[in-house]
């Protein structure tokens, strides 16, 4: 839970660095923010989603 809660931070920093960015021009920046904003944000939505639908942080294979 922890984990999901400091990725959603580093989310949250990279959509306002994006848009500082952007102003700027700066689009190797805004590739390199667009990236962290996919990859940190889809994990953290998803582990915060399984948390509210199953109670439990991570999602859990079962055999």
Not at 27 to 47: E, I, K, N, P
Not at 48 to 58: K, N
């Amino acid at each position: 839970m922890f984990l999901a809660i400091v990725f959603l931070i580093i989310t949250i920093l990279a959509v306002i660095g994006g848009i500082r960015e952007m102003k700027r021009m700066n689009l190797f920046a805004v590739g390199f923010s667009f990236v962290t904003v996919v990859v940190f944000g889809f994990f953290s939505v998803m582990t915060l989603y399984s948390l509210i639908t199953t109670g439990e942080g991570a999602p859990v294979t079962t055999h």
